[in-house]
């Protein structure tokens, strides 16, 4: 049957188009490429069951090929389901990194109208998907309040036609959220998404107030506020890395579950914004990013190990591409990309793009993944020109050097990103900081999973399933994957 290879330190691995894999010894895998694997040996039976030979008609394997490749593209069937709207681009911090380079807190003529928000609402329900999710983006969107109560509340009276499984999300910074805005976020079920980049002097380094100070102790009363009146676990953070990170994950890891963290989510920077300005200030390579996250993981791990549920999110992410038939909604990891028919995001003028960096690119004058405005019809913007030319070179199974590479099924294409570093849409991947860095820590759990005993799997599977380890038994997968 069909399949890509790749060498590794002392095996080679094999992937199908159905996301299956097995560790070989380089000696079995030379065996298995010249046909000399005998029915006899385990291998064997591993090498059928996931799709790599057949023995009489090739009829059955095909299909069930077919349906785990199904089942892997299965995010295609409900189209755009994540809508962000930019409610301001007011904003009262001025963070290095902003990637939006938001406006002053007092700035005018940059906050969405209800008219234009009414609009958005409206062709947000258009969607085919059955899922909605609105994540109210800024700037600082409490600057905007009234206009998200509108969106929440006119778009719960228009959901009583169809019927969505709908979900709010306000990414905020939380210095500014007051107990009346969280009463009402918990009577309308918001959730909250905030930005805590570890320790004191890392999170203040960043994330500055307009005058210059650092935000990590209003961040923190934020903190606290949210959690007496949402459920804990309605708010959530993320981090993003900067040079002063580096070295410092396993640091931020234990400070994270100080703050009563369950989960972390290892986020290098983009460059768009202020992050492209401060480069030589915050930026890093990505073998430099590669190392700290390697370090968070091992740490995180010995964690686990020792009784403390705690989960680094993107690896659950990769995880779960790699050991079950399921995909996952993170557009990055989509092919073809989530850009347009993943996710998109309306600014606060009205204008949509297919994804935040299209619209961080537009901030700087490249319109290029402009998609429509809200005034414009469902079909003409998101079967436009913009989303099908983002679309028509973003499948992985026909990009240059994708088109081989074993991990393709555990990957995506980022037009807008490549677009922003190559220039190019297609990107130059020998060249490609995404496919370093996805490929690093595949590889990486690669390693781990060949060598895993039982314990190590628990806490795998207790990831992926977001099951208490306490109630994982381990399920022996070491043998399906690893041929000793």
């Known amino acids: ?178 107990d009346d805005q969280l009463v009402y976020c918990k009577d309308h079920g918001i959730n909250i998404s905030t930005s805590i980049d570890g320790p004191p002097d890392v999170h203040n380094g960043n994330r500055l107030t307009e005058d210059g100070r650092g935000s990590y102790d209003k961040v923190l009363k934020g903190l606290e506020k949210a959690r007496r009146i949402l459920d804990f676990n309605k708010v959530a953070a993320l981090m993003a890395t900067t040079k002063a990170s580096l070295g410092r994950f396993p640091e931020i890891v234990d400070h994270y579950i100080l703050l009563g963290f369950h989960r972390i989510f290892f986020r290098s920077l983009n460059p768009y914004g202020r992050a492209r300005k401060h480069q030589k200030i915050l930026g890093y390579s990505t073998d430099d990013f590669l190392q700290s996250c390697c370090e968070g993981l091992e740490h995180i791990i010995k964690l686990n190990l020792a009784g403390t549920h705690f989960v680094e999110e993107y690896s659950c992410l990769l995880l779960t591409r790699m050991l079950t038939p399921f995909t996952t909604g993170y557009v990055d990891l989509q092919s073809p990309t989530g850009a347009g028919i993943g996710g998109v995001i309306y600014d606060y003028d009205g204008r949509i793009y297919v994804a935040d960096e299209g619209r961080m690119l537009a901030k700087e004058g490249d319109t290029k993944f402009l998609m429509g405005h809200v005034d414009g019809q469902f079909e003409a913007i998101f079967g436009g020109a913009t989303v099908r030319r983002t679309i028509e070179v973003s499948c992985v199974e026909c990009l240059p050097q994708c088109i081989d590479c074993a991990f393709q099924m555990w990957c995506g294409a980022d037009p807008v990103r490549n677009y922003a570093i190559q220039g190019d849409l297609v990107g130059h991947r020998p060249t490609n900081e995404f496919c370093r860095k996805n490929m690093g820590i595949v590889k990486y759990w690669l390693e781990k999973l060949d060598n895993a005993d039982d314990a190590l799997w628990d806490v795998i599977w207790s990831w992926v399933t977001a099951v208490p380890i306490s109630t994982i038994c381990s399920f022996g997968m070491k043998h399906s994957i690893c041929e000793a």
């Open 1 to 178: 049957m069909p399949f890509k290879f790749l060498r590794l330190k002392n095996k080679t691995i094999v992937t199908n188009m159905g996301g299956d894999f097995l560790l070989l010894p380089d000696d079995v895998f030379r065996r298995f490429v010249n046909y000399e694997i005998q029915q006899s040996e385990r291998v064997y039976l591993d090498l059928k069951a996931k799709h790599f030979i057949y023995d009489e008609s090739p009829h059955l394997p095909i299909q069930l090929l077919a349906t785990q490749y199904r089942t892997k593209k299965s995010f295609l069937r409900n189209f755009t389901s994540l809508h962000m709207i930019v409610v301001t681009l007011r904003c009262n911090q001025k963070c290095r990194y902003c990637q939006v380079s938001s406006e002053h807190a007092d700035a005018e003529q940059f906050d969405m109208t209800s008219q234009t928000a009414k609009k958005c609402v409206d062709l947000i329900f258009k969607t085919p998907s059955p899922y909605v999710k609105i994540e109210f983006q800024g700037g600082e969107p409490l600057l905007n309040f009234e206009v998200i109560k509108y969106i929440v509340e006119y778009a719960e009276s228009v959901n009583r036609q169809y019927n969505k499984d709908l979900e709010f999300v306000i990414c905020t910074n939380l210095v500014l959220i007051t």
